[in-house]
RNA sequence: GGGGGAAUGUCCCGAGCGGCAAAGGGGGCGGACUGUAAAUCCGCUGGCUAAGCCUUCGUAGGUUCGAGUCCUACUUCCCCCA
């Protein structure tokens, strides 16, 4: 693969930002991808109501495909996610309503639909869902049209069932048997919608290549596969987790203020591989930002903010979150457009205790949280450190109609009566 | 079917002679240093306007002045024999 020259321009992308982990045959893919008739898919579950960052380099990937001539197919795993996915080890997964996954299908939806163009052209995307075979499929047929075809020697000697039984670890049927379903989706894309690739992260290896074997088996056009590496932060944490728990990628369940932040506070170290990542950015320019080091890497961290919060909320969200961040954090001043939480004029006319009030603003939890907090010396009104835990913010304290609560350095919150 | 073991602070792992708001770690949050970074060091990590009170150790009972700890039943998971 290291001398592998691309001659499309989507495998040309996939390389050079650093998306590509494994392919299964990288000249045939590329092939098919200069003659523009690359056809992917990429599965996504549907146990949560949106998608997070996690899922955004699979989404950036499906996005490449489209700029450069091919046709995306985000599977949406409705069927799929009605026996649960048991692969995540020992918890047993709730079993979720078809309700509830209908719901989530939705919002997984809208967040495509920022990132992609749908249609009934060539390369506009498609969006079905494993539900429309899976569900319908009866036992007794799909052992005998698809089951056969299913080597369980060769099953065994797959690293996702290997290191399992070597562990001597629990390994159910219906795990078991879920590789076999999504080897039968991408057989069945492929019969709809002349689907010839399947890509994922580098867990998925297994489950792809187990579909082209499938696909051989069947009677399908050579099947393809590529897998993108395992995210993690330079440190080696998981990708996107914060204090208030994953970065969606919808407004009402992260704003666009905290996208912006959870970009801004990249380490160093990742901020070239996310531009390459997560921006569109084109690869001169990304190579210049790259270049800047020491404190000037922040400029390239406000550029990665920029771009990675316009593609999911436009260009005016993002560039609202930037000068809210400038106003904050260089001018230090109180921008107004920061968060914002209201109380009734009766309230702050009769006085609101200080503690009360960080609840209230979301930055603690509990008064508790809030007391050990200011013991920490980490909460502070209108930029001045809170001593007393009984003191008592009143209209006095209001600044421009506002009273700035600050957790730490980086999270404020407005205080405004109405 | 028979025998043995395990469930702990609702983020995770994990110690726990009958006096326990319960060791230790990871993670998280805050502070210091910096650049809204990393690394490092320090503090915090049940609830309640709190010298006190309240609720926590799989579930339900019981023994005890007192139960995470002992007894009984139940639930779930794991292991061994068949």
Not at 218 to 227: F, K
Not at 317 to 345: C, H, M, N, W, Y
Not at 384 to 398: I, K, N, S, Y
Not at 402 to 413: P, Q
Request: proline share 3%; aromatic share 8%; hydrophobic share 40%.
């Amino acid at each position: 693969m290291a001398d592998f020259r691309p001659k499309s321009e989507f495998l040309a992308a996939l390389i050079e930002r650093g998306y590509l982990h494994q392919c299964s045959d990288l000249e045939g893919l590329d092939a098919k991808a200069r003659a523009g008739e690359l056809i992917a898919y990429i599965g996504f579950d549907c146990t949560a109501p949106s998608l997070h960052v996690g899922s955004l380099l699979p989404i950036m990937m499906l996005s490449w495909l489209q700029k450069t001539g091919g046709k995306p197919v985000p599977l949406m795993g409705g069927g799929t996610t009605r026996v649960g996915d048991p692969s995540g080890k020992d918890e047993a997964r709730k079993i979720l309503s078809i309700e509830a996954i209908e719901e989530n299908k939705d919002g997984i939806k809208r967040v495509f639909s920022k990132f992609l163009k749908f249609g009934d052209g060539k390369t506009d995307a498609v969006m079905p869902d494993n539900a429309e075979w899976l569900t319908k499929l009866n036992y007794i047929d799909f052992l005998r049209d698809v089951g056969r075809h299913f080597s369980v020697n060769r099953m065994m000697s797959m690293d996702s069932v290997k290191l399992r039984l070597e562990r001597d670890q629990e390994l159910s049927f219906i795990e078991f048997n879920y590789m076999c379903l999504q080897a039968y989706d991408f057989v069945e894309l492929n019969k709809r919608y002349g689907c010839i690739a399947q890509m994922g992260g580098s867990d998925q290896w297994g489950n792809i290549v187990t579909g082209i074997d499938l696909g051989r088996r069947m009677g399908t056009p050579q099947l393809y596969a590529l897998t993108s590496p395992l995210l993690t932060t330079a440190s080696g944490q998981k990708m996107g987790k914060t204090h208030s728990g994953a970065v969606w990628l919808e407004a009402d369940m992260c704003s666009p203020w905290d996208y912006w932040q959870f970009w801004r506070n990249a380490e160093d170290a990742d901020v070239a591989r996310f531009l390459k990542l997560f921006t569109f950015l084109p690869m001169d320019e990304i190579a210049r930002l790259a270049a800047l080091g020491g404190a000037e890497i922040n400029e390239a961290k406000k550029v990665l903010a920029n771009e990675a919060t316009a593609l999911v909320h436009g260009r005016e969200a993002a560039e609202q979150a930037a000068e809210t961040a400038r106003k904050t954090f260089e001018e230090g001043v109180a921008a107004d457009t920061l968060p914002t939480v209201e109380i009734s004029a009766a309230e702050m006319d009769a006085g609101v205790g200080v503690l009360t009030a960080f609840v209230q603003a979301g930055l603690v939890a509990s008064t508790g949280e809030a007391r050990r907090q200011i013991k920490g010396g980490g909460l502070r009104v209108n930029d001045a450190p809170v001593a007393d835990e009984r003191g008592v913010l009143r209209a006095a304290d209001l600044r421009d109609g506002a009273i700035k609560l600050s957790l730490g350095k980086k999270k404020h919150v407005l205080l405004k009566s109405k």
